[in-house]
Structure formats: C-alpha cells, structure tokens
C-alpha cells in the first residue's frame, strides 16, 4: 500500500526552528512533484511550497526565505525546513507528492503533522 507519511511536528517558540519529513512507502519508484500545505483553524488550506519534477521550486509569500522544500528521491523523502518560525505559521501541515509507482503515477496526501508556535 502506497502512502505517505509526515513526522516532525511539534511545539516550538517564536523565532525557532523545525524540520518536516514526508516519507513515501509502498511500491514507489520516484517520488515526483512534491508540496507542503498547510491548514489553520478556520482557514483554507495554503501551499507554501512546491517543488516540480524538475526541480523548480515556488513558495508562498508568507514563507519564502524562512522555509525551504527538499526532496531526496533515494530516500522517497522530502522535507521542509521552517526557520524564524511565528505564531502565524501555526497550522497542521500536509506532504503532497506525485508518486511513481508499478502501477503509474498518482497524487497523494500525507495525514499531517501539526505545527505550534507560541510566542
């Protein structure tokens, strides 16, 4: 079974730091195209970042020069490094891959990993 699994959530003060890890596992060949989302109470969910099949890498406004998006397709991980974390980044943030597989290529979400900052 194809999934896709986050960790590296927590709880962290104002001007800290966290990592989140998105580990793609079943029958995977590649992972492709790769993006955080992320989703606070009583808001629509937001990409912050993307990173295409090629390597080209977009960010949201609200984090770009904070966070940085990664992908090691040995690994069938990606990440995200946050870095001058606020309280606004708090939200519950989703891994969304392209993943190719024996069975072709499809999209998947991860479960989540919820992201606290306090000031």
């Known amino acids: 079974q194809v999934q896709l699994v986050e960790s590296g959530g927590g709880w962290v003060q104002a001007g800290g730091s966290l990592t989140l890890s998105c580990e793609a596992s079943g029958e995977i060949f590649r992972m492709n195209a790769l993006a955080w989302y992320r989703q606070a109470p009583g808001k629509p969910r937001e990409r912050v970042a993307h990173m295409n099949s090629g390597g080209t890498i977009t960010y949201a406004d609200s984090v770009k020069g904070r966070f940085t998006i990664s992908r090691d397709n040995a690994k069938k991980m990606g990440y995200l490094q946050m870095t001058n974390l606020n309280e606004e980044d708090t939200a519950v943030y989703y891994c969304?891959?392209?993943?190719?597989?024996?069975?072709?290529?499809?999209?998947?979400w991860g479960q989540g990993t919820q992201v606290t900052v306090s000031a």
């Open positions: 969304n891959a392209n993943l190719q597989g024996s069975r072709g290529m499809d999209n998947y």
